[in-house]
């Protein structure tokens, strides 16, 4: 698994584009862990990921939707319910005991970025991005 920038994943606004690489980031931080030696202790990095990851995805959506909301898009309502599918869903695994179950935990942060990517910025995000552009935003 990778979470390499591809231009497939530009929704053609440049900020929005610069927030999710940021994601992707956090995403190969969590494969270097995946692949890491299976007897060290990542307990720290895991917390640190878990930690900037909510962070993360709270900022970059309250950003995403203060946007929608300043440029009257109607799509709105589908992006906010999905926004907090996965606020809820990050909220869960940070409340996770990550000790003792620290593979899991990763392979669960995997899934859920390569579901963020798959399932919202590759559809919905995307649409907000041609309305963006629809009124010459970019
Ligand atoms: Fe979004
Ligand atoms: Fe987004």
């Known amino acids: 698994m990778s979470f390499k920038w591809k231009d497939e994943y530009s929704v053609n606004v440049i900020e929005i584009d610069n927030q999710h690489k940021r994601l992707l980031e956090l995403g190969d931080e969590l494969v270097d862990l995946a692949m890491g030696n299976q007897d060290i202790d990542y307990y720290d990095n895991i917390v640190r990921v878990l ?7 709270v900022y970059h959506f309250g950003y995403e939707e203060e946007m929608m909301k300043k440029y009257n898009y109607n799509g709105n309502e589908k992006q906010s319910f999905e926004h907090m599918f ?21 392979m669960d942060l995997l899934n ?4 963020w990517i798959s399932s919202h910025i590759l559809l919905e995000d995307k649409k907000f991005g041609e309305y963006l552009n629809s009124i010459g935003f970019n």
């Not at 930690?51 to 995805?57: A, C, D």
């Open 51 to 57: 930690e900037e990851l909510k962070n993360y995805t």
């Open 112 to 115: 859920f970025v390569a579901d």
């Open 86 to 106: 996965f606020i809820k869903k990050v909220e869960k695994l940070v409340r996770r005991d990550v000790d003792g179950q620290q593979r899991e935990v990763i």
